[in-house]
């Protein structure tokens, strides 16, 4: 049975996991690793909430890393694998990251070249592999778009050649973002064409995230036949490491209502989060989130305002069924995937607390942070 989450138990401002939501994803996504043989690890740069890794690695069998900061969280707090991708590596993290991982990819043959000694004596079995670019991509934001011309993700297909390099295991392509089956299917018709005969001497192939099977509609069996094609066609282990489809809807960020300002008609309704501070991707990307009782038209029609300084610090319209008043609670929804990862005190405003809607319907308060986030990370 759906649960129900209380909010008014619930002190503002705080990022508010579902854990029935999480849940209910990682069934899922075992679900396409069950049926497809694909291995599927988590990108904490995604979703690092790691008060969930209990449940989340009940699921999945690790954890992928773009630094060493992620790598050492997924160890201490994840277990499992650690599989590492950086854009580049830094001179003074690679031997830990070596340390650490049980997979790694890197970026450009000039970086794999740098660090193929260190790779070599590294004490555990270590897998390394190349990340591609197969010059396709179905994404339009150049935003978020791998392959854009120019891009400096990945190796073409004319700079690898025809073998791959002595000491290389797999391949990696990160080209997708909250992408459909449809889209990986196309995607990997770039790749077979572009790397096919270097798909046939690697031993895995990693399809990057972007994967948002967790997405109403989302055909899931055109996901497992894809895979399964590729594992027969090439013999090849597959792996994918979304951040996204974990924590997908799993939870909101809950606000109230600090005062209400009138300029020229327009009301504002000012709130103790921010869009610059802790929902970034609002302002970046742009996109407006969905906010609980919120409705698609009527009189009492608001701007929400962000408590930093910062003038572009709002979105809007929200339109709610009756006037808002100081005290109500906003309830910005899918607030859990990247934003939690996002946050910063610019301004000095404080961050959200954590906590979690348990499935027996209890709320745990996980986090609350204080003075010392903002001064810690300045000098
Ligand atoms: C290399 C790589 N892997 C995995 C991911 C996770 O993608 P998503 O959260 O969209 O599934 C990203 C996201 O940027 C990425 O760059």
Known sequence: MPIKIDFEQIASPCFVLDEQALHNNLKVIDYVQKASGAKIILALKGFAMYSAFPLVSRYLPGTTASSLNEALLGKEEFG?????????????????????????????????????????????????ALRINPEFSEVEVDLYNPCAPGTRLGITAEQL??????????????????SGAEDLEKTLQAVEEKFGHLLHQAKWLNMGGGHLMTRKGYDLELLIELIKNLRQNYQLEIIMEPGSAVAWDTGYLV?????????????????DVSFSAHMPDCLEMPYQPRVLHSVN??????????????????????????????????????MIHYTMVKTTSFNGVGLPSIGIWKEDNTFQLVKKFGYEVYKNRLS
């Open 297 to 334: 038209e009527s009189k009492h029609k608001y701007r929400l305002g962000g408590l930093t300084c910062l003038a572009g610090d709002y979105m809007g319209d929200f339109y709610f069924e009756k006037a808002l008043q100081v005290g109500d609670k906003i309830i910005f929804e899918d």
């Open 255 to 271: 606000a109230s209502v600090l005062d209400i300002v009138e300029n020229r008609h327009i009301q504002t309704a000012m709130l």
């Open 161 to 178: 050649g025809d073998t791959l390099p002595e000491g290389i295991e797999g391949l990696h392509f990160h080209t997708l973002c909250e």
């Open 80 to 128: 499992g694998e650690v599989h590492a991708y950086c854009p580049a590596y830094l001179e003074d993290e690679i031997d830990e990251i070596l340390k650490i991982c049980s997979h790694i990819t890197f970026n450009s043959l000039s970086q794999w070249e740098k660090y193929k000694p260190k790779v070599q004596q590294a004490g555990q079995p270590l897998s390394t």
